[in-house]
């Protein structure tokens, strides 16, 4: 996403971080947004990325690979909602990291996660049921996805599970989209991803792209620009393709009237 407008904040992004070192982040006036563990010659190390306190002064908090009791004791004391979650097997295990965000306050609003997994279907009955969207969605390998769910509505988005790389990338293309959040996981042997994707286009680039995409299931894209103006509507606007059906009109007149007599 391009740090610039009301996009723009002043951030920190760092890995193969201690513990200690994503602790002095926080300590050092920055707020943790996104955490993820991994292990680096069997040794516990963190990517973190983290927003100055001054643009951005929401409280949050992160916590490092916890049983689901753990977690629930942790958002009951500090009083927060998640804003970042993965799911990992440690052993036989299932353990949680991430962030959590004060929910108290202005800040305060309703919100759900499934603790103990969901199904496909199930992640999506949440959402129409409690009128909540997808904040963060992360797969084990046994299938079974892990979600936070805030109950305002911060515009269009959409949400996928078990990826690959370039169908994700194609996805975010297609839709108009930006990667808000991330995980992946082995399945099978194959890394996939889900996620979660927000909409960067304006409403006329929505409203027609949701009307192409309606009325197809091939690849779409558009792009108008007002004459000596700015541009009204953009979708896959870089992506170059053949309209063949519509160039044979041009290859006839080509043939009939570039023939010599």
């Given at each position: ?54 643009s951005d ?5 992160w ?27 440690v ?19 309703g ?9 496909w ?7 129409s ?25 911060a ?10 790389s ?5 996805s ?20 996939r ?9 304006n ?40 309209p063949s059906?519509?160039?044979k ?10 023939t010599?007599?």
């Amino acid at each position: 996403i391009a740090n610039s407008g009301t996009n723009q904040q002043s951030y920190i992004y760092r890995y193969d971080q201690s513990a200690a070192q994503v602790n002095a982040l926080a300590a050092d006036g920055c707020r943790v947004q996104d955490v993820a563990v991994y292990r680096k010659a069997g040794v516990k190390r963190y990517a973190v990325l983290a927003f100055s306190q001054t643009s951005d002064p929401a409280q949050t908090q992160w916590f490092d690979e916890l049983t689901q009791a753990q977690l629930t004791a942790q958002l009951t004391s500090y009083q927060g909602r998640l804003l970042d979650l993965d799911a990992q097997m440690v052993g036989n295990e299932i353990r949680f990291s991430g962030v959590v965000r004060k929910n108290t306050g202005d800040d305060a609003m309703g919100w759900w996660w499934t603790p103990g997994g969901a199904t496909w279907e199930v992640v999506g009955n949440i959402i129409s049921e409690k009128g909540t969207r997808l904040v963060d969605l992360c797969q084990l390998p046994n299938g079974r996805y892990y979600a936070a769910y805030w109950t305002d509505k911060a515009g269009a988005y959409r949400y996928f599970g078990g990826r690959t790389s370039e169908s994700m990338r194609k996805s975010a293309a297609y839709y108009g989209m930006r990667v808000q959040s991330i995980s992946h996981t082995i399945i099978n042997g194959e890394v996939r991803y889900s996620g979660v994707l927000v909409n960067t286009k304006n409403a006329l680039t929505q409203k027609v792209g949701s009307w192409m995409r309606s009325r197809t299931d091939g690849d779409i894209g558009l792009y108008l620009r007002q004459v000596g103006g700015p541009v009204l509507a953009d979708l896959q606007e870089n992506t170059s393709f053949y309209p063949s059906s519509t160039m044979k009109v041009f290859m006839h007149a080509r043939a009939i009237f570039g023939t010599p007599e």
